[in-house]
């Protein structure tokens, strides 16, 4: 954020006279263009959280309101707005309260009445610079009686000035655009061709050049911009403005030697401040509501729970595991403070670009006005260079802060040189992946001429641009001069809420969306080997055969009997074709992910005994249960499924029946009804003897087991619906 010591105070200045509304017809008036040059300049600062003030002074208005009117004497001037921070009721006010006048009024006497306000609202604040800016198109007439007294008191109260006029003006007597292109093919239009300016306005000129030179020499002239001009330079939103302020440390090698340094943040990633706020829709005012939080208990009359009786919680697998605050603050961890600690030094190639992380770049400077330190840390400075090394850093911010490791490499400029510090991974930060090689696959071996027509392609695509001759590198793409899209397209939307609440969004810009085009001389240069590369890999239509067979065809678990069906050969009890299955030889044990694939394809492969394999299994069903969660159920109800499907195919029903009756007893013991009412509806229950001969239990008791126990609550609750004693409740309970 700017500090206050560097606030600007600025006094915008326009013309709302009557010859400002004049314009060609299909073209915008004078009027118009200077409302959205001021509109620009303002929402930049809004956006950019800029602590300039700003004040807007009217002229040629129908009423007068300044500080200096008198009798006939700097009439038909209004002070709009005084000097103050800049915000949406001034660009409201720009864009709908600002009228065109039917006066006019002499622009040197407003801009008295504009050094007057910055002489007389700043007293007693601190302002580095003071600024005026006169928006008009020449035409009224003027005065030029106190030029002199004018352009004094601009140079003794150090107030620079800029005109924005609607046609262009150059340094030589005639009129020029600086660089701009061609005046009428603008697309904002203009309201006055170079031939159309009148006597007047060439007088005006000639006063406006006067007074420039007069301030700043032939420099001044370059403070005089055309309406055109002014909304391509203001037509993206300025960034935040920051001050990097010095994080003071001491750099330590070893225990012998210490040097004061000073670091300043160089990158930092910039993110969308967080300044969403819940408000009411009526009255949109944040302290109409009232949030508050209340913890109850999963239970029937939904008890409240103070919130000192609550605890964090960290889920663990299955297992929630209490946390503290206590225990949270023990476990942080505690260093001494402050830390910049060089742990070695080793070759910068060890080093891999590919390892920069973390979302800032330190520059590490000598302390300011330590002599001592300014030349020990050059000294180490130019070490590092002259042997092409790098520091291996320790670097902690503060004592609440982790620490990290880091790199830290010389950076040597004409103007400074410094340390930069970059972070670098942990072990847990790396990934790992392994893909097999494409060079073994003869299918994908490209040929000499495909090879070469890629080279010419990332040749011809590069956004480096070099000049042999003069030894110089362009950058046809500098990215740090591209703004965010996401910052202009969120300012773009709030500005619009904030001045159309009732109108739709407005689409993304068009020059936002350019600026992330290619160049157009890469777009140019990449279109022949382009089309080589076309050639040299062709792509085919990959037409669908008729009758096409589907995937669920082919995997589906068909068990169906008729006529009419097809199935796979399958050799005698062999389960059917399953597409997990296609990689099951690499399986060793069953797993959190897919423990019924994993169970049937340990079954197949034999490696284990079903004993093991299901023991296994029934693991991980007992631990989806403990999470209470519906998901979890429904992969325990896989698990089952594929349990009593390879009993059955192996004659283990017996370890079935036992375990599905040790699970109704647990379900049962931890109150889990809801997943029993699953088993139910699915119709899961014991193998009979009519699936398998090994098995004792009928048909009768297999139905009968999936029915539900007799419920003392529930008969007790029947007698209390009745009318029943309330103590007979009580001793049920």
């Known amino acids: 954020m700017a500090r206050s010591g560097n606030k600007t105070a600025v006094v915008l200045c326009m013309d709302v006279g009557l010859a400002m509304s004049n314009s060609f017809p299909g073209e915008e008036s004078p009027f118009e263009l200077a409302k959205k040059v001021m509109s620009m300049f303002v929402q930049r600062q809004v956006f950019a959280e800029s602590k300039d003030e700003i004040a807007l002074v009217l002229f040629g208005t129908d009423g007068t309101e300044n500080a200096l009117a008198c009798k006939d004497q700097y009439q038909n001037i209004t002070v709009h707005r005084h000097l103050k921070l800049p915000d949406f009721d001034l660009l409201e006010d720009i864009e709908s309260k600002i009228q065109p006048g039917s006066q006019q009024a002499d622009f040197l006497d407003a801009l008295i009445v504009c050094m007057d306000v910055i002489q007389q609202e700043t007293i007693g604040k601190k302002f580095e610079k003071r600024h005026i800016e006169v928006f008009t198109d020449l035409s009224s007439p003027f005065s030029n009686d106190q030029l002199d007294t004018i352009i004094y008191n601009l140079k003794k109260c150090s107030?620079?000035?800029?005109?924005?006029?609607?046609?262009?003006?150059?340094?030589?007597?005639?009129?020029?655009?600086?660089?701009?292109?061609?005046?009428?093919?603008?697309?904002h239009g203009h309201s006055f061709p170079l031939k159309e300016l009148t006597e007047q306005q060439k007088e005006g000129i000639r006063m406006v050049k006067r007074v420039m030179v007069s301030l700043d020499g032939e420099d001044g002239l370059d403070e005089i911009y055309s309406f055109s001009e002014s909304l391509r330079q203001l037509c993206v939103f300025k960034k935040i403005e920051r001050t990097s302020f010095p994080w003071q440390c001491q750099l330590t090698i070893g225990s012998g030697l210490s040097i004061r340094i000073s670091a300043y943040k160089s990158i930092l990633q910039e993110k969308?401040?967080?300044?969403?706020?819940?408000?009411?829709?009526?009255?949109?005012?944040?302290?109409?509501?009232?949030?508050?939080?209340?913890?109850?208990?999963?239970?029937?009359?939904?008890?409240?729970v103070p919130k000192e009786d609550t605890i964090q919680g960290f889920r663990y697998g299955s297992d929630i595991v209490p946390f503290s605050k206590v225990d949270e603050e023990q476990m942080k961890y505690k260093s001494e403070g402050k830390c910049f600690s060089v742990l070695g030094f080793c070759r910068s190639s060890q080093v891999h670009r590919k390892y920069y992380m973390g979302n800032q770049v330190l520059k590490v400077f000598a302390a300011k006005d330590d002599e001592a330190a300014a030349v020990a840390l050059s000294s180490l400075i130019h070490a590092l260079d002259e042997l092409d090394m790098v520091a291996v850093v320790r670097y902690a911010y503060d004592k609440r802060s982790n620490p990290q490791v880091g790199v830290a490499f010389p950076y040597i400029k004409d103007t400074y040189e410094c340390l930069v510090y970059v972070q670098l991974p942990f072990m847990e930060d790396l990934r790992q992946y392994m893909f097999s090689s494409l060079k073994n696959n003869k299918k994908c071996t490209p040929t000499e001429a495909q090879l070469s027509a890629v080279d010419t392609l990332i040749d011809s695509m590069s956004l480096v641009k070099k000049d042999e001759e003069e030894g110089t590198i362009e950058d046809l793409f500098p990215t740090t001069k591209i703004p965010n899209p996401q910052f202009q397209r969120l300012f773009q939307c709030l500005l619009h809420r904030a001045l159309h609440p009732q109108e739709p969004l407005p689409p993304m810009q068009q020059h936002i969306l350019n600026m992330l085009d290619p160049p157009t001389e890469v777009t140019t240069k990449c279109q022949v080997p382009l089309s080589e590369v076309k050639t040299l890999f062709p792509l085919t239509e990959a037409i669908k055969k008729k009758d096409q067979v589907t995937a669920q065809d082919i995997f589906q678990d068909n068990r169906e009997e008729g006529p009419t069906s097809k199935k796979f050969k399958t050799e005698e009890g062999e389960a059917p074709f399953r597409l997990p299955g296609l990689d099951e030889g690499s399986i060793t044990r069953v797993g959190s992910v897919n423990p019924a694939e994993n169970f049937r394809a340990l079954v197949r492969q034999k490696t284990i005994s079903f004993e093991e394999a299901s023991g296994q299994l029934i693991n991980h069903i007992e631990q989806f249960l403990d999470t209470n969660e519906t998901a979890y159920f429904m992969k325990s109800m896989d698990c089952i499924r594929a349990f009593r499907?390879?009993?059955?195919?192996?004659?283990?029903?017996?370890?079935?029946?036992?375990?599905?009756?040790?699970?109704?007893?647990?379900?049962?013991?931890?109150?889990?009804?809801?997943?029993?009412?699953?088993?139910?509806?699915?119709?899961?229950?014991?193998?009979?003897?009519?699936?398998?001969?090994?098995?004792?239990?009928?048909?009768?008791?297999?139905?009968?087991?999936?029915?539900?126990?007799?419920?003392?609550?529930?008969?007790?609750?029947?007698?209390?619906?009745e009318g029943g004693d309330v103590d007979y409740l009580l001793d049920l309970i």
């Open 159 to 187: 107030i620079s000035l800029q005109f924005f006029l609607p046609f262009p003006v150059g340094k030589e007597d005639g009129t020029e655009d600086r660089g701009d292109g061609s005046l009428h093919s603008d697309n």
């Open 272 to 304: 969308v401040k967080k300044c969403w706020t819940v408000v009411d829709a009526r009255t949109l005012k944040k302290e109409d509501l009232q949030k508050e939080t209340v913890y109850c208990l999963n239970d029937d009359d939904e008890t409240e």
């Open 645 to 721: 499907e390879e009993a059955i195919q192996l004659s283990e029903e017996q370890r079935f029946n036992d375990f599905l009756k040790a699970l109704r007893e647990k379900v049962e013991m931890k109150q889990l009804s809801c997943f029993w009412e699953i088993v139910v509806q699915d119709g899961i229950t014991l193998i009979t003897k009519d699936e398998a001969s090994g098995s004792s239990v009928t048909a009768e008791e297999a139905e009968k087991f999936l029915a539900s126990k007799e419920n003392p609550n529930a008969d007790a609750a029947a007698v209390l619906e």
